[in-house]
């Protein structure tokens, strides 16, 4: 929007008021096109975002005992305790906390590994 000198104070240029605000703006047929794609595929990705993090949750909540156990711990909330809950699935198969610690190292160093 630097072609048309347009300024916003808006801080999340992409959330509902953002892109209100980019489809109000007044440009040119091209740059409308332009603009109204780029904005569709924003709302594409928006969508299966929710799609996603609704499936995650669902899983996550099955089981919510071991969701108010993992959010007991300080420091872990329910962002937190979703991907931790994909990641081991079923934190009975641990018998005691330390060998979940121990999946917990081994994961890390994998990780490490990757960045490499």
């Known amino acids: 929007m630097d072609k048309y000198e347009y300024r916003t104070e808006l801080k999340g240029i992409f959330g509902k008021s953002g892109i209100e605000w980019l489809k109000s703006l007044s440009v040119s047929p091209i740059d409308r096109i332009i603009l109204k794609t780029i904005l569709a595929s924003i709302e594409s990705i928006d969508n299966q975002?929710?799609?996603v993090s609704k499936e995650i949750a669902r899983y996550t909540w099955q089981d919510s005992q071991d969701v108010k156990t993992l959010l007991s711990i300080t420091g872990i909330d329910i962002i937190s305790v979703m991907l931790i809950s994909t990641e081991i699935v079923d934190i009975?198969?641990?018998?005691?906390?330390g060998n979940l610690l121990v999946m917990q190292?081994?994961?890390h160093q994998s990780e490490s590994r990757l960045e490499k």
């Open 49 to 51: 975002i929710e799609i």
């Open 92 to 97: 009975k198969r641990f018998s005691t906390h």
């Open 105 to 107: 190292d081994y994961l």
